[in-house]
């Protein structure tokens, strides 16, 4: 397998993460009466901050929201990266290697702050771009022949 396809998979992937966040809205794993004390305590007290009058519920759900937009956003440059790997490998490899940080990073704070699911789908897609990144670096034959040297790049 190519760089192409750990791109293409890492994309996938992201975008089931994207749904998965998304559809798990309003991110509110608990039902008890302990929990909805709390999510109604957030519902309930509101605040004026720089422009703003909301209440921490908005705060949460805005959030919740922005993420479930970046990891879309993430998903579709992943795509596009993927795209992009098949003729400028070498090209690609510092925004894999940011995407692999990051994705690295979501590991980690997943694994302190949220859940299984998470984890596993970061955990996969950080997998996959370390895999691309290697695959990257590797001189692929369509880049060493060039039109203009009838032959090897110089």
Request: net charge positive; aromatic share 12%; glycine share 8%.
């Given at each position: 397998?190519?760089?192409?396809?750990?791109?293409?998979?890492?994309?996938?992937?992201?975008?089931?993460?994207?749904?998965?966040?998304?559809?798990?809205?309003?991110?509110?794993?608990?039902?008890?009466?302990?929990?909805?004390?709390?999510?109604?305590?957030?519902?309930?007290?509101?605040?004026?901050?720089?422009?703003?009058?909301?209440?921490?519920?908005?705060?949460?759900?805005?959030?919740?929201?922005?993420?479930?937009?970046?990891?879309?956003?993430?998903?579709?440059?992943?795509?596009?990266?993927?795209?992009?790997?098949?003729?400028?490998?070498?090209?690609?490899?510092?925004?894999v290697v940011s995407f692999l940080l990051?994705?690295?990073?979501?590991?980690?704070?997943?694994?302190?702050?949220?859940?299984?699911?998470?984890?596993?789908?970061?955990?996969?897609?950080?997998?996959?771009?370390?895999?691309?990144?290697?695959?990257?670096?590797?001189?692929?034959?369509?880049?060493?022949?060039?039109?203009?040297?009838?032959?090897?790049?110089?």
């Amino acid at each position: 397998m190519k760089a192409f396809h750990f791109l293409r998979i890492a994309a996938v992937l992201t975008l089931l993460y994207c749904a998965g966040h998304t559809s798990g809205m309003p991110w509110t794993p608990y039902t008890d009466a302990e929990a909805a004390s709390v999510l109604d305590t957030m519902k309930s007290h509101s605040f004026a901050e720089q422009g703003f009058q909301g209440t921490y519920w908005d705060l949460y759900m805005g959030f919740g929201l922005v993420i479930s937009l970046y990891l879309l956003l993430q998903g579709m440059v992943l795509w596009q990266l993927g795209s992009l790997a098949k003729t400028e490998a070498r090209r690609v490899r510092p925004i894999v290697v940011s995407f692999l940080l990051a994705f690295v990073i979501n590991v980690a704070l997943s694994w302190k702050y949220f859940f299984v699911v998470p984890v596993v789908l970061a955990g996969l897609t950080a997998i996959c771009l370390a895999i691309a990144l290697v695959l990257t670096a590797r001189p692929q034959a369509a880049q060493l022949l060039s039109p203009q040297t009838g032959g090897v790049r110089q």
